[in-house]
């Protein structure tokens, strides 16, 4: 099995049982957008926004082939271990994770699942937090302990449905970690991942607020990624670039990236942090994926006192801005944002990973 988060510790398991409870958070990316492609780190912290899942056993019949019920916020549905969805179209990611989990082992019962969503915006690292939920509940249902490796790639096969590509892999090891984390990523004869996972502190008395553009549309990431590699004059393609290309492409932001983590401790300079996070933002505007109105939500947060404010995640429309600010002027931030249309919300650090009860 896949050996990427072997650093990351075990998790709490639970054998055999019946009405089995879980819990995962979702994420924010703090930086690395795009260069982590190029072998740049990118740091990744799980919050304190939670997936929370319910299954219960349903009797089946002798000759029923076993099932899935559905519930949740988003909608309702059924799936069943060939892959087959009778519902909603976000059904597909947990009919994908039931049909691996299907030939890997024999189930017994159909179960029904209840699925509490957190209330996060568009790129928060949702599609991970579900499926890591959802793989954990229904395994500790099958009687079966899972480790951290089987659980990423299960994770990963919701988020390839969720988002149509291939996923890197950052967001899964964020939610299963439950912590901070720096991604990076090696070239060589085999593409391979260094995660490390950190404990998450910011400078005394601030906090992180995150605010969507979100008006209906959404930019495709893989438009995104050709733009940001033709304003980087580099191939779109990271395994066809040439070593020397994504080191000149990196090499600015490898010593903010250092500039942000040297400043993530209760003793850290709140405005060195929102200067890092500042420059940081500068870098994703030269790969143009950076709206205006993004720039706009920037620019209220910072005339209402943030430290810094930065693009977070994809970019384009519908994008994230994520926020830097002393913990007394959020609430003034957040209340201006509301009243020109911005949604925007306040987070903190998770207090755990994926659980199981």
């Known amino acids: 099995m896949n050996s990427r988060i072997k650093s990351l510790k075990t998790m709490n398991s639970k054998i055999k049982g019946s009405d089995s409870k879980a819990s995962a958070p979702c994420r924010i990316i703090l930086s690395g957008e795009y260069f982590a492609l190029y072998g740049g780190p990118a740091i990744a912290l799980a919050i304190d926004k939670y997936v929370n899942l319910e299954v219960k056993r349903i009797q089946r019949r002798k000759h029923e082939k076993p099932k899935i019920e559905i519930e949740s916020d988003l909608g309702k549905g059924t799936i069943y271990p060939d892959g087959r969805v009778k519902g909603k179209k976000f059904l597909k990611m947990y009919a994908m994770i039931f049909k691996e989990m299907a030939n890997k082992t024999k189930f017994n019962y159909s179960y029904h699942v209840k699925i509490k969503v957190p209330k996060v915006f568009n790129g928060m690292g949702l599609s991970s937090a579900l499926s890591a939920a959802f793989t954990r509940a229904i395994f500790a249902e099958q009687g079966i302990l899972m480790n951290n490796d089987d659980l990423y790639e299960y994770t990963l096969i919701g988020d390839a449905v969720a988002h149509g590509i291939k ?22 004869n085999e593409t391979i991942y260094r995660i490390d996972s950190f404990d998450f502190n910011l400078p005394k008395d601030t906090e992180l607020l995150v605010a969507s553009t979100y008006k209906g549309r959404i930019s495709e990431k893989a438009a995104l990624t050709i733009l940001f590699a033709k304003n980087y004059n580099i191939h779109w393609n990271p395994s066809f670039a040439l070593g020397k290309d994504r080191k000149r492409v990196i090499k600015n932001y490898l010593k903010q990236e250092i500039d942000i983590l040297s400043q993530l401790s209760i003793d850290g300079d709140p405005i060195k942090l929102g200067e890092a996070l500042n420059n940081n933002h500068a870098l994703l505007i030269k790969g143009g994926i950076v709206t205006d109105v993004v720039e706009t939500v920037r620019k209220i947060a910072l005339d209402n006192g943030a430290f810094g404010a930065k693009l977070s995640g994809a970019g384009g429309e519908g994008a994230l801005v994520l926020i830097y600010s002393d913990k007394k002027k959020s609430d003034g931030i957040i209340r201006k944002l509301r009243r020109r249309g911005y949604k925007c919300i306040k987070i903190h650090e998770a207090t755990h990973g994926v659980v199981i009860s």
């Open 167 to 188: 996923p890197v892999g950052i967001d899964a090891c964020t939610v299963i970690s439950g912590k901070g984390i720096r991604f990076v990523k090696r070239f060589g």
